[in-house]
């Protein structure tokens, strides 16, 4: 699940805005009823903010405790940071390059981003293994930004107008994991070019990699199995991806 975000301060430590506090309500009620076995947050503070929020509004969670991840931390901009996000399209342009794959000098790279990405994951399955176990050879989690043998909430939609426990029947382990908007964008890539997850029917490629709205909601399922050297994943499948239909009814995102 995606933290608010506003003008170019991806990297900056701040505060949700006004609008972004209303956007997260917005999505604690969405997913009030979604029993969260794990929470996972980028230790950024608006991050943060986003799952106290969600979890304050939640009707299943009461005494669950959030671990907070550096590793989830938003993609670093570098010199771009805290400018207006017209200066890295200038940036950009110049070195013939799009925004979203341009790193400005000191910035962090996409392939950066997606090993921290991978690290994650692997704190993920530890945990979930430890804390869940496997009821069965191989058992599924729920990765909202969810986990199969935990399931993780990560906000970023595929599939419009759907419920919001789509996808979590007889998943075992639901983990919400919130994190940023450039982040989510390339944990996606991660996922469905890497992992090779499988897409919700009729999906293009292009909606997938998508900008993710502010507390949009993705979920994968990631089924996990036990092998000599740890956790394995050895399953992956994208229920929905930049969900937002809790935001239909507030005012436009900032």
């Known amino acids: 699940m995606r933290d608010d975000v506003a003008t170019l301060r991806q990297g900056v430590d701040t505060l949700l805005s006004e609008t ?15 029993a969260f076995n794990n929470v996972f947050a980028s230790n ?3 991050a943060v903010q986003t799952a106290e929020i969600i979890l304050r509004n939640n009707a299943c969670c009461s005494g669950t405790e959030m671990v907070l991840e550096p590793l989830l931390r938003e993609r670093g901009f570098g010199i771009a940071e805290g400018r207006p996000k017209e200066d890295l399209k200038t940036m950009a342009n110049a070195s013939g390059q799009s925004c979203r794959d341009y790193t400005p000098p000191g910035g962090e790279t996409l392939n950066q981003v997606r090993l921290r990405f991978k690290k ?3 704190v993920l399955f530890k945990q979930m293994l430890e804390e869940h176990g ?8 729920s990765e909202d930004g ?11 939609d595929v599939a419009l107008g759907g419920s919001a426990d789509d996808g979590l029947q007889g998943v075992p382990v639901h ?3 919130v994190s940023h908007g450039a982040y989510i964008r390339v944990a996606i890539k991660h ?4 992992l090779e997850c499988s897409l919700p029917a009729g999906v293009k490629m292009s909606q997938m990699f998508s900008p993710c709205p502010n507390t949009g909601i993705s979920r994968f399922i990631l ?14 499948r994208c229920i929905f991806t930049n969900r937002k239909d809790h935001l239909e009814n507030l005012t436009a995102a900032e």
Do not use: H, M, W
């Open 120 to 122: 994650f994951l692997k």
């Open 175 to 177: 983990a919400l994991v």
């Open 223 to 236: 089924t996990l199995s036990q092998s000599e050297s740890g956790s394995v994943l050895s399953a992956a």
């Open 146 to 156: 969810e986990s199969a043998n935990g399931t993780a909430a990560a906000a970023s």
């Open 20 to 34: 972004g506090v209303q956007q997260c309500e917005a999505v604690g009620r969405y997913l009030r009823n979604i």
């Open 191 to 194: 996922l469905v070019e890497d």
């Open 134 to 141: 496997l009821s069965r050879p191989d058992a599924g989690a």
């Open 44 to 46: 950024l503070q608006r």
